[in-house]
Nanobody, 123 residues
Framework: QVQLVESGGGLVQAGGSLRLSCAAS????????MGWFRQPPGKEREFVAG????????IYADSVLGRFTGSRDNAKNTVYLQLNSLKPEDTAVYYC????????????????WGQGTQVTVSS
């Protein structure tokens, strides 16, 4: 069982930055691939970024490539998402997820989800 708690969301102007964190419980954090997803208002949840177990590799959705950066610190059981050059269309609830599998791409199969953190970007 893994519990995930996101933090770091908020209200920011277009062009600004935020750093999201996701703290995981348990002693086997490094055995999980981690992912970030988001759900814009009135839309379905979508993949944002995936990070492999060691943190040595990441995959991003085309819409955030070059603006968002995913990372993890296995010693702290935490995964991060740095959001730069934010746009109003980035407004969404952002979720982190954990997968016991090795795959961390766009078809990420999550076993556990966090509760989400709201990111709102004003124009």
């Amino acid at each position: 069982q893994v519990q995930l708690v996101e933090s770091g969301g908020g209200l920011v102007q277009a062009g600004g930055s935020l750093r999201l964190s996701c703290a995981a419980s348990g002693r086997t954090f490094s055995s999980y691939a981690m992912g970030w997803f988001r759900q814009p208002p009135g839309k379905e949840r979508e993949f944002v970024a995936g990070i492999n177990r060691s943190g040595s590799s990441t995959i991003y959705a085309d819409s955030v490539l070059g603006r968002f950066t995913g990372s993890r610190d296995n010693a702290k059981n935490t995964v991060y998402l740095q959001l730069n050059s934010l746009k109003p269309e980035d407004t969404a609830v952002y979720y982190c997820a954990a997968s016991s599998g090795v795959y961390y791409g766009r078809n990420f199969a999550a076993d556990y989800w966090g509760q989400g953190t709201q990111v709102t970007v004003s124009s």
